[in-house]
Nanobody, 120 residues
Framework: QVQLVESGGGLVQAGGSLRLSCAASGIIFSINAMGWFRQAPGNKRELVAAISSGGTINYADPVKGRFTISRDNAKNTVYLQMNSLKPEDTSVYYC??????????????WGQGTQVTVSS
């Protein structure tokens, strides 16, 4: 059974930083692409950043230059370092175990999400 457990969310002032973690189990982590998504109330879930098993990385335009995705295959964990946070980054952040075929392909498994709130 696939389990994805996010942590690291919280309340931060604009301009601050947070580091999210997602610990995975029940998958062969090293062969999966991993993605971070976010969903604000009333909005659809959107891809924020993705990293393939080979280290190819993609970012959504709103977070380029501010967010960094990385992975540690020895720890079965993917990270999202978020710097220069803005109020519009406020969302619930989810990780996903997916696939990579030129672009990120969403897998069926999601974590429970972690709330990120950025105050102005």
């Amino acid at each position: 059974q696939v389990q994805l457990v996010e942590s690291g969310g919280g309340l931060v002032q604009a301009g601050g930083s947070l580091r999210l973690s997602c610990a995975a189990s029940g998958i062969i982590f090293s062969i999966n692409a991993m993605g971070w998504f976010r969903q604000a109330p009333g909005n659809k879930r959107e891809l924020v950043a993705a990293i393939s098993s080979g280290g190819t990385i993609n970012y959504a335009d709103p977070v380029k230059g501010r967010f960094t995705i990385s992975r540690d295959n020895a720890k079965n964990t993917v990270y999202l370092q978020m710097n220069s946070l803005k109020p519009e980054d406020t969302s619930v952040y989810y990780c996903n175990a997916g696939f990579y075929g030129g672009s990120y392909l969403v897998g069926p498994s999601w974590g429970q999400g972690t709330q990120v709130t950025v105050s102005s």
